[in-house]
């Protein structure tokens, strides 16, 4: 394993920080208390190659490898959680999908729009009652001649109002039943496709959180991605990456927490000197600390594994479930460090340790992460 950052990334992270500075933090408070999705936002990080990162140049993508696709996550999400965690939504979910799975006429047509971010992305696996179980989904497509028609519902969908394509995961076989599940590139604005209720959320309020409804949506077999019955298994290749991006995400938090701790508990005087030189605070920042180096490290094991082309199941769930799970301590320390004021929306913590929760949930909650983790050790 390379330790250590690369040109490329520390190029990337400067300019995100100023980016970040300039464009996200003066107004993520208004988007978070308002639930408001910030689409032009992510038009200007198109720009900038953050909607393509992992896109090859030849379809208007930056061409980065992961590594530099974490950096990009945590340092937006060091500012912001709703924000890195729409980018980390785009970029492994919808648009690493059809990069991975499409053909060359679909990445031809499809890539260039999500890559530069003129097209938001929106990728369509959990159901009401299917969200662990994805093998007993609900969400049907049935052929018809050279059409299939689509019928059933996704919820907790990131973007599911707004994105202009979704990559969607449907039944073509009995529940439970082996290679029963086909994935479908879906444009908005297809009759009988609609975005439905927009979920009320306790943190990432700017991320839009949605249903997609699917009423008798019928769509051109030309828009399915890859064999009939390979679904499941392409969901299944595309979380090992997601996992990797929820990492980063909870890398982010954690790290923007501490560094907003560390900050504060040498300016914030009691009795006389900083709270940082008192025993209970100086601990609770080395336990930080150590924990989100120890995340990064598993976070970049998997990076290592995937830019590699190694197997990386069990090694992006470890990163997954440690680095989320770092971010919930972390933030919560990060509060309790700022007392009174970490309770306050007008300091950041309180919306670290709000933001920080979903990462030991979405993408596979903490306990599937050991079901993984166990499975591959027990094989």
Same mark, same amino acid.
């Given at each position: @394993?390379?330790? /250590?950052?690369?040109?490329?990334?520390?190029?990337?992270?400067? @300019?995100?920080?100023?980016?970040?500075?300039?464009?996200?933090?003066?107004?993520?408070?208004?988007?978070?208390?308002?639930?408001?999705?910030?689409?032009?936002?992510?038009?200007?990080?198109?720009?900038?190659?953050? @909607?393509?990162?992992?896109?090859? #140049?030849?379809?208007?993508?930056?061409?980065?490898?992961?590594?530099?696709?974490?950096?990009?996550?945590?340092? *937006?999400?060091?500012?912001?959680?709703?924000?890195?965690?729409?980018?980390?939504?785009?970029?492994?979910?919808?648009?690493?999908?059809?990069?991975?799975?499409?053909?060359?006429?679909?990445?031809?047509?499809?890539?260039?729009?999500?890559?530069?971010?003129?097209?938001?992305?929106?990728?369509?696996?959990? #159901?009401?009652?299917?969200?662990?179980?994805?093998?007993?989904?609900?969400?049907? %497509?049935?052929?018809?001649?050279?059409?299939?028609?689509?019928?059933?519902?996704?919820?907790?969908?990131?973007? /599911?109002?707004?994105?202009?394509?979704?990559?969607?995961?449907?039944?073509?076989?009995?529940?439970?039943?082996?290679?029963?599940?086909?994935?479908?590139?879906?444009?908005?604005?297809?009759?009988?496709?609609?975005?439905?209720?927009?979920?009320?959320?306790?943190?990432?309020? %700017?991320?839009?959180?949605?249903?997609?409804?699917?009423?008798?949506?019928?769509?051109?077999?030309?828009?399915?991605?890859?064999?009939?019955?390979? =679904?499941?298994?392409?969901?299944?290749?595309?979380?090992?990456?997601?996992?990797?991006?929820?990492?980063?995400?909870?890398? /982010?938090? %954690?790290?923007?927490?501490?560094?907003?701790?560390?900050?504060?508990?040498?300016?914030? #005087?009691?009795?006389?000197?900083?709270?940082?030189?008192?025993? /209970?605070?100086?601990?609770?920042?080395?336990? @930080? %600390?150590?924990?989100?180096?120890?995340?990064?490290?598993?976070?970049?094991?998997?990076?290592?594994?995937?830019?590699?082309?190694?197997?990386?199941?069990?090694?992006?769930?470890?990163?997954?479930?440690?680095?989320?799970?770092?971010?919930?301590?972390?933030?919560?320390?990060?509060?309790?460090?700022? =007392?009174?004021?970490?309770?306050?929306?007008?300091?950041?913590? #309180?919306?670290?340790?709000?933001?920080?929760?979903?990462?030991?949930?979405?993408?596979?909650?903490?306990? *599937?992460?050991?079901?993984? *983790?166990?499975?591959?050790?027990?094989?």
């Amino acid at each position: @394993m390379r330790f /250590g950052t690369t040109e490329n990334q520390q190029m990337i992270a400067e @300019m995100l920080r100023a980016f970040g500075e300039q464009h996200i933090r003066p107004f993520m408070m208004e988007w978070d208390e308002q639930q408001l999705f910030p689409v032009e936002l992510f038009r200007k990080l198109g720009e900038l190659g953050c @909607m393509g990162v992992l896109v090859p #140049e030849k379809y208007g993508g930056a061409g980065f490898g992961y590594s530099e696709y974490v950096t990009t996550i945590v340092e *937006i999400s060091k500012i912001c959680g709703s924000i890195g965690l729409s980018v980390a939504a785009h970029n492994s979910l919808c648009t690493n999908h059809i990069l991975m799975f499409g053909n060359d006429e679909q990445k031809e047509k499809y890539l260039p729009k999500l890559a530069t971010g003129e097209h938001i992305g929106a990728w369509g696996l959990t #159901e009401p009652n299917t969200g662990s179980d994805a093998g007993n989904m609900q969400t049907t %497509a049935v052929r018809d001649g050279d059409d299939w028609i689509l019928n059933g519902s996704k919820n907790f969908i990131t973007h /599911g109002i707004s994105g202009e394509i979704a990559v969607v995961m449907t039944r073509t076989g009995d529940p439970r039943s082996k290679n029963n599940s086909t994935a479908f590139i879906v444009e908005r604005g297809t009759p009988g496709f609609s975005g439905g209720k927009k979920e009320d959320k306790l943190g990432m309020r %700017a991320s839009e959180t949605s249903e997609m409804v699917f009423q008798d949506c019928r769509i051109s077999d030309a828009q399915r991605l890859g064999d009939v019955g390979d =679904g499941f298994k392409q969901a299944l290749s595309i979380l090992d990456g997601g996992r990797i991006s929820i990492a980063a995400l909870a890398l /982010g938090i %954690a790290k923007g927490a501490f560094e907003a701790s560390l900050k504060y508990a040498q300016e914030r #005087e009691q009795f006389g000197k900083p709270i940082s030189s008192f025993q /209970g605070i100086s601990f609770k920042l080395a336990d @930080m %600390a150590t924990e989100i180096e120890a995340a990064e490290l598993l976070t970049m094991n998997a990076v290592f594994r995937k830019s590699n082309g190694l197997k990386l199941s069990k090694e992006s769930a470890m990163a997954k479930l440690y680095a989320s799970e770092v971010a919930v301590r972390t933030t919560n320390e990060a509060v309790q460090i700022f =007392g009174g004021y970490g309770y306050i929306k007008e300091f950041p913590v #309180e919306k670290f340790f709000r933001d920080a929760k979903l990462c030991t949930i979405g993408e596979g909650t903490s306990e *599937i992460q050991r079901l993984v *983790i166990s499975r591959e050790l027990l094989k």
